[in-house]
């Protein structure tokens, strides 16, 4: 549809007496002074608005700062031609048919979630958007390749440089927990990859690297708002990673997207929706040809059966998800499964034998599973929780309890609202053998840790 000059915003930089090229650099001089420094507009930014197209926030909001100082008067946004568009509720929970709204859903996200808006950090996990979410990912159309034409160029060096962040933050957020780094890695999407998304100039082939590395970016601050039991607001960041991942033709990775929305809602207790992300999660390994990710989507559902105690379903999947993991090839899996290996793989074996109340089964991968790639705190922590599980169900307080101070030792560097209800969970178990001695002093460290 043909946008509609904006012939207020135009009428206004005539009386004003402004450059496009003058506007455009105030623009961005009035950005750094309050602190974003990433804005880099121009004179065909200034044209593309007068032409219609609503500038992205905070653009609105300089423009009327810098036309009331201009003109002696207050200067509104509804002045400019660009009205404060309110913010639906719903927001992040659709996955959208077109790039270009898509763009639009995950740019306004970030920016909610940076103003901490209310709607946003209150909103609640809703089954509905991520079985609509999983069914267009399965059966939108091919769309034409994601391309703009706007101020800025984009390179491989913008992509790189987001393929990096998400690897730091990644490691920091396995080391520390999600708490400690969320906010930095929703203000970097903000800051600088909402700009390349909205403003930059790239061609298909490099609007679908574009989209891919900003998928995995946003797809980590989703992984860390559910590490803080935020989870309404993780699910609309997956969903959103989900729609970048289709618009960058990258099926595995979409898989992999869908693979931690089944874990999210297996977490949460909704194993019948896990159960239908994680079959969809294998009709996308199995497409991109990535065998630990199909292993993993195996596993997932090996779990939702768990937890609907159904034993024989649960033995089928692990015994696919074992086959698919000894078909995994060497050094040819991408990056973003490095961390399934078999320690992990093992620790989902436990988590399914310590819902089905299976006390041997669940100390046997627990136990295996600790055999992990030390960089993985966090993972650490839940691992060790799970063999305390696992060897109380056994009659073997004494161990259970040496495993629990050791997972009470790692939790207590980590801002992590999942490690604290596994510590909770286990709190729990013990409360039959609340008078022993050796469960008394776990209590007591745990309020020494602020963990009780």
């Known amino acids: 549809m043909k946008r509609e000059p904006n012939r207020l915003l135009q009428r206004l930089i005539a009386e004003a007496g402004f450059t496009h090229k003058g506007l455009s650099r105030r623009i961005n001089d009035l950005g750094v002074s309050r602190g974003l420094p990433g804005l880099k507009y121009d004179h065909s930014s200034v044209l593309r608005w007068i032409g219609g197209q609503r500038p992205r926030d905070p653009v609105p909001g300089l423009l009327a700062e810098i036309f009331a100082l201009r003109l002696g008067r207050p200067v509104s946004s509804e002045d400019l031609g660009l009205p404060v568009v309110p913010t639906s509720l719903d927001l992040g929970q659709e996955f959208t048919h077109t790039w270009q709204e ?10 909610g979630d940076v103003e901490r808006r209310r709607f946003l950090i209150d909103s609640t996990f809703a089954i509905g958007a991520g079985s609509t979410g999983a069914l267009r990912w399965l059966t939108l159309p091919l769309e034409g390749r994601p391309v703009a034409g706007g101020s800025r160029r984009v390179g491989m060096a913008d992509i790189a440089a987001i393929r990096e962040v998400t690897r730091s933050f990644g490691v ?8 400690r780094v969320r906010s930095a890695v929703v203000k970097y999407l903000d800051s600088a990859v909402a700009p390349l998304l909205s403003d930059g100039s790239y061609s298909g082939s490099t609007g ?10 946003t797809r980590l601050a989703g992984w860390m708002a559910y590490d803080l039991e935020q989870h309404g607001l993780a699910q609309r960041y997956l969903i959103q990673a989900l729609r970048l991942a289709r618009s960058g033709g990258d099926h595995g990775f979409g898989g992999e997207i869908l693979a931690g929305m089944s874990h999210q809602a297996l977490y949460i207790g909704q194993p019948a929706h896990a159960l239908d992300l994680a079959r969809a999660a294998q009709l996308s390994a199995r497409r991109a040809g990535v065998f630990a990710l199909l292993s993993e989507s195996h596993v997932l559902e090996a779990h939702a059966h768990a937890l609907m105690d159904d034993r024989a379903a649960c033995a089928d999947s692990l015994h696919e998800a074992e086959l698919a993991f000894d078909r995994r090839g060497t050094g040819d899996e991408p990056d973003w499964i490095a961390y399934f290996d078999e320690a992990y793989l093992s620790a989902k074996f436990a988590h399914c034998f310590r819902d089905l109340g299976d006390g041997p089964g669940t100390v046997r991968y627990a136990t295996r599973s600790l055999d ?5 705190v966090r993972g650490r922590m839940f691992n060790l929780s799970l063999l305390s599980a696992g060897l109380l ?5 004494e161990r259970a309890c ?4 050791q997972a ?8 992590s609202v999942r490690t604290q209800s596994y510590v909770a969970d286990l709190r729990r178990r013990m409360e039959p053998f609340a008078g022993e001695p050796a469960v008394v002093e776990l209590k007591a460290r745990s309020r020494e840790l602020s963990i009780a």
């Open 372 to 376: 992990m790639d030390g960089r993985y």
């Open 408 to 415: 009470l030792d790692l939790a207590g560097g980590l801002q």
């Open 172 to 179: 920091l957020d396995n080391r520390f927990g999600g708490g």
């Open 208 to 217: 679908r690297l574009l989209a891919s590395a900003a998928a995995e970016l």
């Open 102 to 111: 898509g763009i639009a859903t995950v740019t306004a996200l970030w920016r």
């Open 402 to 405: 040496v495993a629990a101070g």
């Open 393 to 397: 169900e056994c009659g073997e307080l």
